[in-house]
């Protein structure tokens, strides 16, 4: 009788280990890429109006609330660290704290509505245009508090490798959107024609919805209830308490984090929102480019995510040779995907264009391709530096690298990128050069990370107490 071979042990770090958890995270976002798609195409079929105030309230309302949605999230790396020590309880623990950072900042999401508000009047767009993006902009931001709850719940599944429940449930809210948005933004099945508003509170609604399937999930867990008796039997104190030394830790290594990505979006959010003083033509195409734009992003932030949380179990495990190998496979594997998206966008423009071209422009759809084509063009080769800058920008994150990614952004993004579309725009060079300038940027911030990486400060930051016990 012949013997079976022996599979082969998973390499830590490697491939296989890579795909098993990014695979999820990728049809996860992939799912929120498409409900962002099919918002956009929804909205150009309504009005060219509705489709040029999206991007920008809707990135704006991003930028407000990613430093809380980040600083929530950080608590999903603490999870990968104690996952990789095997301080399962912890895990739990972890996560609660960050249920507690993500709603203790509701009220300043609700506080920073005037400030988008001020931002967006100071833009520069047309009223009709401004009216629709303030209507999109504050929906969003009052129902704000769902994106760090979603951040938090949803790190604790990808901290312990379970991203099946990730893609689940944003698949679920994926569907849910886009269902909502045609019966709201259309006027369809008994509700009111709304447009854009519409739009918003679809989106709101299904990250409500989002956020109750994973915090469900979450309280069923086996470790969630080990972890609530082993408190009572310890300290006769609920699991839901808040832990001040546990909390302050997360802040002190999460705020760079969000800062960083606070920063990042506030000056994409600028960029986007100076592009609209070039004219109707520039803006309505730098918007359907970088629409189109998420379909590449956003899966790389599906590589990023499983990178970090790969090099956070690692490190946890004490084992700083996988972690490094984490960060080198996800680099990789980012650069196959781009290569392969990058590829659709070069080869079929005008395919995505027509997609998002608006029935009421005034403009004709062939100018529009014709400087969306030189778009895509930019975007696919900063893509390829883009991949790298984030994944490996997650991997020093997972790693608890923060601060230096943060001054990277800083260094990069306000000291260079922001200055230079400014200067574009006051001499008159038109979009082209901003894009340009954007590309460059994206290439600089790249640099900047994998040099940090390879050098490997990272691999001695200590993210938690590696004791016998669990502090509890």
């Known amino acids: 009788m012949k013997k079976t071979q022996p599979a082969s042990p998973i390499l830590p770090g490697g491939y296989r280990e890579m795909l098993a958890i990014a695979f999820p995270l990728i049809l996860s976002m992939g799912s929120y890429t498409i409900m962002q798609f099919s918002d956009r195409v929804f909205l150009s079929r309504y009005s060219s109006v509705a489709i040029q105030a999206a991007l920008p309230g809707g990135i704006l309302a991003h930028a407000l609330t990613c430093f809380f949605q980040a600083l929530a999230g950080y608590a999903g790396t603490f999870v990968a660290h104690y996952y990789g020590a095997k301080r399962h309880d912890q895990c739990v623990h972890a996560t609660i704290q960050g249920l507690w950072l993500a709603l203790l900042s509701?009220?300043?999401?609700?506080?920073?509505?005037?400030?988008?508000?001020?931002?967006?009047?100071?833009?520069g767009h047309s009223p009709t245009v401004l009216a629709a993006e303030k209507s999109y902009f504050t929906i969003l931001m009052v129902g704000g508090v769902f994106t760090p709850i979603n951040a938090a719940i949803g790190g604790y599944f990808m901290g312990i490798g379970k991203t099946k429940i990730n893609m689940i449930a944003n698949a679920a809210g994926c569907l849910i959107n886009i269902g909502l948005n045609y019966l709201m933004i259309f006027g369809h099945g008994g509700?009111?024609?709304?447009?854009?508003e519409g739009a918003a509170i679809a989106t709101v609604i299904s990250s409500f919805l989002t956020c109750l399937i994973q915090c469900v999930i979450f309280m069923r867990e086996p470790a969630f209830h080990?972890?609530?008796?082993?408190?009572?039997?310890?300290?006769?104190?609920?699991?839901?308490?808040?832990d001040r030394a546990l909390l302050q830790r997360i802040v002190t290594f999460g705020s760079p984090h969000g800062?960083?990505?606070?920063?990042?979006?506030?000056?994409?959010?600028?960029?986007?929102?100076?592009?609209g003083r070039l004219?109707?033509?520039d803006l309505a195409a730098s918007n359907i480019a970088l629409s189109?734009?998420?379909?590449?992003f956003a899966p790389l932030l599906g590589f990023g995510m499983a990178t970090a949380t790969l090099v956070g179990q690692h490190q946890g495990a004490k084992n700083a040779l996988a972690a490094q190998r984490a960060g080198y496979t996800g680099m990789k594997v980012g650069w196959i995907y781009m290569a392969l998206i990058g590829s659709t966008f070069l080869l079929f423009p005008k395919f995505y264009f027509t997609l998002f071209s608006p029935a009421d422009a005034t403009f004709s759809a062939d100018e529009l391709l014709t400087l969306g084509r030189q778009m895509l063009i930019l975007m696919t080769i900063w893509g390829?530096?883009?991949?790298?800058?984030?994944?490996?920008?997650?991997?020093?994150?997972?790693?608890?690298?923060t601060r230096f990614v943060m001054r990277a952004m800083i260094l990069g993004g306000w000291?260079?990128?922001?200055?230079?579309?400014?200067?574009?725009?006051?001499?008159?060079?038109?979009?082209?050069?901003?894009?340009?300038w954007c590309a460059l940027y994206i290439c600089f911030f790249s640099v900047c990370v994998l040099w940090r990486w390879f050098r490997g400060e990272w691999k001695r930051i200590t993210l938690i107490e590696h004791t016998e016990t669990d502090a509890y």
Do not use: Y
Not at 416 to 426: K, R
């Open 106 to 123: 509701w009220p300043f999401i609700l506080l920073l509505i005037p400030l988008g508000i001020a931002i967006m009047t100071w833009s």
């Open 191 to 196: 509700f009111p024609r709304m447009g854009i």
């Open 226 to 242: 080990q972890a609530k008796q082993r408190r009572h039997a310890t300290h006769h104190t609920t699991l839901w308490r808040p």
């Open 259 to 275: 800062l960083q990505l606070l920063l990042d979006l506030g000056s994409f959010s600028l960029f986007i929102l100076l592009t």
């Open 279 to 281: 004219g109707e033509l």
């Open 292 to 296: 189109i734009n998420n379909l590449a």
């Open 384 to 401: 390829m530096f883009d991949s790298v800058g984030i994944i490996i920008a997650a991997a020093l994150k997972g790693a608890g690298d």
């Open 415 to 436: 000291l260079m990128f922001v200055p230079g579309i400014i200067v574009c725009l006051m001499c008159g060079f038109g979009i082209l050069a901003m894009w340009m």
